[in-house]
């Protein structure tokens, strides 16, 4: 079974920056999986923020993030990072990460999302 941890998030001020860590666990190879990053604000849907195809590398942002943030992985570490940066108080959110067997040509949003984190939040101040 397949399990991520997260780390990272905190207060910052509009303008900072921070980085979200995901480990994951209980696989044979990262390089099976497709992992994604959303957020969700109470009273409002779980946007998708990012995904990476972590035996391709191939990335992909939505446009409320796109410049601004960078999904990145260490395979060594059996980890999946979101790199942060220019931070809006709109980017405030609970965090997930989550993680699904990765299907060619199968688009970042079309996914089913199996795994998931359990979320860590980020605040950012205006």
């Known amino acids: 079974q397949l399990q991520l941890v997260q780390s990272g998030g905190g207060l910052v001020q509009r303008g900072g920056s921070l980085r979200l860590s995901c480990t994951a666990s209980g696989f044979t190879t990262l390089d099976d999986y497709v992992i994604g990053w959303f957020r969700r604000v109470p009273g409002k849907e779980r946007e998708w923020v990012s995904c990476?195809?972590?035996?391709?590398?191939?990335?992909d942002y939505a446009d409320s993030v796109k410049g601004r943030f960078t999904i990145s992985s260490d395979n060594a570490k059996n980890t999946v990072y979101l790199q942060m940066n220019s931070l809006k108080p709109e980017d405030t959110a609970v965090y997930y990460c989550?993680?699904?067997?990765?299907?060619?040509?199968?688009?970042?949003?079309?996914?089913?999302?199996?795994?998931w984190g359990l979320g860590t939040q980020v605040i950012v101040s205006s």
């Open positions: 989550a993680a699904d067997r990765y299907s060619p040509g199968t688009m970042c949003v079309q996914y089913g999302w199996d795994f």
């Open positions: 990476i195809n972590v035996s391709g590398g191939r990335t």
